[in-house]
């Protein structure tokens, strides 16, 4: 099954649900490049990067120490938190693989 991350996706902070921002990381001893999504909020290092989960990044260096990795069931993808639905204190967790459609909802921490 082909999991390529979908062209548009939107994920959230899994820390403290801020929306997250595609950013471009050049190597410079290599030629790829590497996309990565990095919370917006004022003082977090946290990302997405499709491959990987949820991780940091500070200092020019991703950070693994606290990484957390939800993994698709149909095709193995990291999933990523799209929505928090506060009232109901549900996360709403979606694969971003080009075809696939998997998504889940587990309680928010809030609720526990």
């Given at each position: 099954?082909?999991?390529?991350?979908?062209?548009?996706?939107?994920?959230?902070?899994?820390?403290?649900?801020?929306?997250?921002?595609?950013?471009?990381?050049?190597?410079?001893e290599?030629?790829?490049?590497?996309?990565?999504?990095?919370?917006?909020?004022?003082?977090?290092?946290?990302?997405?990067?499709?491959?990987?989960?949820?991780?940091?990044?500070?200092?020019?260096?991703?950070?693994?120490?606290r990484?957390?990795?939800r993994?698709?069931?149909?095709?193995?993808?990291?999933?990523?938190?799209?929505?928090?639905?506060?009232?109901?204190?549900?996360?709403?967790?979606?694969?971003?693989?080009?075809?696939?459609?998997?998504?889940?909802?587990?309680?928010?921490?809030?609720?526990?």
């Amino acid at each position: 099954m082909n999991n390529r991350p979908k062209t548009i996706f939107n994920p959230r902070c899994d820390l403290h649900d801020s929306p997250m921002r595609r950013l471009m990381l050049e190597e410079a001893e290599s030629e790829n490049t590497q996309s990565f999504h990095q919370c917006e909020r004022s003082g977090c290092d946290r990302i997405f990067r499709d491959s990987f989960g949820y991780s940091d990044f500070a200092d020019g260096q991703f950070d693994t120490s606290r990484a957390s990795i939800r993994v698709c069931p149909v095709c193995r993808a990291a999933l990523y938190l799209a929505e928090v639905d506060h009232p109901n204190k549900i996360e709403i967790w979606e694969c971003p693989g080009i075809t696939c459609d998997y998504n889940e909802e587990d309680p928010s921490p809030s609720s526990r």
